[in-house]
């Protein structure tokens, strides 16, 4: 608000101040203690008083990890299903957004509400009965289980088709039906191109999501090699509570790739979810 | 592909017409219900059909290896007599309560306070802000295990240091729902206050202006103008805010190894499902509490929904 004295020192601000500063605290200090905890041997973490200060067991911690487990070979995992499921998921909901917003067809409307409908339906209601469809595909403990269901989603189809709604315009669509480009070709040519900052941050977005899903995962996955980086981190939790510094070196590691690509696409990501937000 | 499309897509007519036309239409967009499909085909498989066959299945007395057994609704019957079944309800509506109020309690203080002209370094507060939610929640459970771990846990070294006596964290019903909901409140309530933010820098200077010449102060376009705008935002983020709370299973499973806690205040409606059917291998019992646990969300989105309509039409 322009009412409000922007110039100088007053008592109201250093409030503010205080106010915005106790929540980055609240925010920052779990990140600092996990690698406070992960540099630490676990007498150490549980001591009392606490150190607050990084210890030096770091190396430690993670031979720990690495001998007792296939780490990284559950991260390898998660960047498999992860970039799987994006990419499959940036096709199709592009490609079906694309369709509901530069098209006129017979029963779109229906088609259209009937896939937000979708949205309402509560996903454990079907987890029981999905697990047997994965038995009976041969899916239990394989990836098309975790891939396959999430290739495309109400949600990214409605965000997608909001988009090309206002930024694909039809003269060009139309340039290019005179050029003789099908349906495909108009898509691939013309929209992609167009809607490639939105799948950027659509991509992260379901990557970031899919890295993040736990339930499901520890249904379908029951060899250790094949966890995914989720499960290993609560089966790290589970078994080897003893050894907490190597816990949370685990979850150090597993962490890092997430806020890498988050320091990368800030803007675009945080960009994405108020929009999203502020138009529906 | 369809190439011999000349009508261009935004002119077909709206009209209703006569049936040999519809079919010509559709056959014209052959290409385009293509693009369309793998949602529904997804859905059909992964989707529709589970929840219909969850439905048989609730009727069945079955282990997954052995023949079916149809018992009726006796797997109701059972449900509506389960004592654990309905504390979960309870602790699922607690724990979504207690995180959801918190948490828009502080994203709106939060927005606001970014939201002062004179904050400087908006992006560096927004970015810190939003970190808690990039973290995945199992990793950030297995965190506040230590937080909240009952000897040494790090929140009793500091309110023991500030004089107060240290609290039994993962032990009792009570902190142990506060422990998962603050577990929910640090992953969202940056997040919430980002959206709220946006809302706020959406409204035109112009607006409070024009107000302020008009004879209006502080707080009158504040309620006035601010909250009328901010409401459907608001809206938005407790409808969010119920989808996921209804839906807790990660950290109560991770904080108490899957058993909800010694006084079972942290075993969650899907953390009780999951139990039941991955554990016990209770299928066709699990089905029915999968489709109870719908109505109950069924029924509370309702309920909702009537609050919002009639919050919106004030």
């Known amino acids: 608000m322009s009412t409000v004295d922007t110039k100088g020192f007053s008592l109201s601000k250093v409030f503010l101040y205080i106010g915005l500063l106790i929540w980055l605290v609240f925010s920052v200090f779990p990140f600092y203690w996990m690698i406070v905890t992960a540099s630490r041997g676990t007498s150490s973490i549980f001591s009392y008083p606490p150190h607050l200060t990084f210890g030096s067991d770091l190396v430690v911690n993670t031979q720990h990890l690495l001998a007792n487990i296939p780490f990284f070979r559950s991260m390898l995992n998660s960047v498999f299903v992860s970039g799987s499921i994006t990419l499959l998921h940036l096709f199709f909901c592009s490609l079906a957004g694309f369709a509901f917003a530069k098209y006129e067809f017979p029963a779109k409307k229906q088609l259209f509400y009937l896939m937000l409908a979708t949205m309402m339906v509560p996903g454990q209601l079907g987890l029981v009965p999905s697990f047997i469809i994965m038995k009976t595909f041969h899916w239990v403990n394989t990836y098309y289980a975790l891939i396959i269901p999430g290739a495309a989603s109400a949600f990214g189809i409605f965000w997608l088709k909001q988009f090309s709604e206002s930024t694909i315009h039809d003269d060009l669509l139309n340039a290019g039906r005179i050029d003789g480009c099908g349906n495909f070709r108009l898509y691939y040519h013309v929209a992609l191109p167009i809607m490639r900052p939105t799948l950027t941050a659509f991509g992260i977005f379901s990557f970031m999501g899919s890295w993040n899903d736990y339930l499901w995962p520890l249904i379908i996955l029951n060899d250790p090699v094949r966890y995914t980086i989720q499960v290993t981190l609560s089966s790290l939790n589970g078994i080897y509570f003893k050894d907490y510094g190597m816990v949370m070196a685990g979850t150090l590691y597993a962490t890092i790739p997430l806020l890498v690509l988050f320091a990368i696409f800030s803007n675009k990501l945080m960009g994405a979810v108020t929009v999203g937000a502020i138009k529906s | ?314």
């Open chain 2, 1 to 314: 592909m369809d190439a011999a499309a000349p009508t261009p897509g935004k002119e077909v007519l709206n009209i209703p017409v006569k049936k040999v036309r519809t079919l010509h239409e559709i056959k014209k967009h052959t290409s385009i219900y293509l693009f369309i499909s793998p949602f529904y085909i997804l859905f059909l498989v992964f989707g529709l059909f589970p929840i219909l066959f969850s439905l048989f299945l609730s009727l069945q007395s079955w282990d997954g290896l052995d023949t079916m057994k149809f018992i009726g609704f006796k797997n109701f019957q059972m449900l509506l007599q389960d004592g654990d079944f309905w504390q979960a309800v309870g602790n699922t509506f607690t724990i979504w309560f207690e995180q959801t109020i918190i948490m828009l309690f502080l994203s709106l203080v939060i927005a606001f306070l970014l939201n002062s002209a004179f904050v400087k370094l908006r992006s560096v507060w927004r970015f810190t802000y939003f970190l808690p939610n990039v973290t995945s929640l199992v990793a950030q459970t297995v965190l506040f295990y230590i937080f909240f771990s009952p000897k040494y846990g790090t929140i009793d070294y500091f309110i023991q240091k500030a004089g107060v006596a240290p609290i039994d964290w993962l032990n009792s019903n009570f902190w142990l729902q506060i422990s998962i909901a603050i577990i929910g409140i640090w992953r969202w309530t940056g997040y919430n206050a980002l959206i709220y933010l946006a809302g706020l820098q959406s409204i035109p200077d112009e607006l409070y202006e024009a107000a302020k010449i008009d004879g209006a102060t502080t707080t009158q376009s504040f309620f006035r103008i601010t909250i009328p705008i901010l409401r459907p935002i608001v809206l938005f983020t407790v409808i969010m805010s119920t989808i996921g709370g209804m839906q807790i299973f990660t950290e109560p499973q991770i904080l108490t190894g899957g058993n909800g806690g010694p006084g079972g205040g942290g075993m969650t409606m899907v953390l009780y499902l999951y139990n039941q059917a991955f554990s016990n291998h209770l299928f066709g019992y699990a089905s029915a509490i999968a489709w109870v646990l719908f109505i109950i969300i069924l029924i509370f989105s309702l309920v909702n929904s009537l609050i919002i309509r009639r919050l919106s039409s004030k």
